[in-house]
């Protein structure tokens, strides 16, 4: 069964450093998502993509973020200058369409921390 | 806007006990109603999904059915397993904002005894 997939499991970074979390969603999805969970709390969204532009992003999504499709397969965040508060679970998402039928189907998540 | 509540935990439950997880969500919209489940140290799985009134999801011996008079998405397991300790989360499919958006509960820790 096709699957989303993201590398690397597990990053850790100092403060201030960039990193980029990469993810390869399903092949003939159309959306793509990011999403994060700090430790112990719920699943926030971040962002959603489509066709090369931004369609909605939430109020955590500040210009520290960006996100890029760089070529047909990857999908990319960019956390240009990390905080201590970015550590968190982020997962990666896509899904073939937006309708009422539709389902995001979530990767195993990027582990970050932030020290 | 849309929101999500479901029970706290954590659930501690020994092995063959009923389950419930209670959930009841606002919308203004029509939302599809989810159950993912987080074992530990993974991600998040799909454990089913019901998308209009009186639908029931069901996987795994798990099942959810989709309550527009209540607004509720309760999940039910008869006979749980030490293999089902995991954090379950519900969801609904947030449309509004002409996006697509998962909104997400605060997740309830299940225990599952020997």
């Known amino acids: 069964e096709p699957e989303v997939t993201q590398t690397p499991s597990h990053q850790v970074t100092q403060m201030g450093q960039e990193v980029i979390l990469r993810c390869v969603p399903i092949?003939?999805?159309?959306?793509f998502y990011w999403y994060r969970q700090i430790l112990g709390q719920k699943v926030e969204f971040l962002v959603s993509f489509y066709n090369n532009e931004i369609s909605e992003k939430s109020e955590i999504f500040d210009d520290q973020f960006s996100v890029e499709r760089p070529d047909g397969s990857n999908f990319t965040l960019k956390i240009r200058s990390t905080k201590l508060e970015d550590s968190a679970m982020y997962f990666c998402?896509?899904?073939?369409?937006?309708?009422?039928?539709?389902?995001?189907?979530f990767g195993p998540g990027t582990r970050l921390l932030v020290l | 806007g849309n929101s999500v509540t479901q029970m706290e935990g954590p659930v501690t439950l020994s092995e063959e006990a009923f389950l419930t997880i209670n959930c009841t969500y606002t919308a203004t919209g029509y939302p599809s109603l989810f159950w993912y489940v987080q074992y530990p140290g993974e991600g998040l799985q799909l454990l089913l999904k019901?998308?209009?009134?009186?639908d029931k999801g069901s996987n795994k011996g798990f099942e959810a059915t989709y309550r527009k008079e209540t607004t509720s998405f309760h999940l039910e397991k008869g006979s749980v397993q030490v293999s089902d300790s995991a954090v379950y989360f519900c969801?609904?499919?947030?449309?509004?904002?002409?996006?697509?958006?998962?909104?997400f509960g605060a997740g309830t820790r299940l225990f599952v005894k020997a």
């Open positions: 998402a896509s899904s073939s369409g937006t309708g009422i039928q539709e389902t995001q189907y």
């Open positions: 092949s003939n999805h159309l959306y």
């Open positions: 969801a609904l499919s947030d449309l509004d904002t002409g996006g697509f958006k998962t909104i």
């Open positions: 019901a998308t209009k009134a009186d």
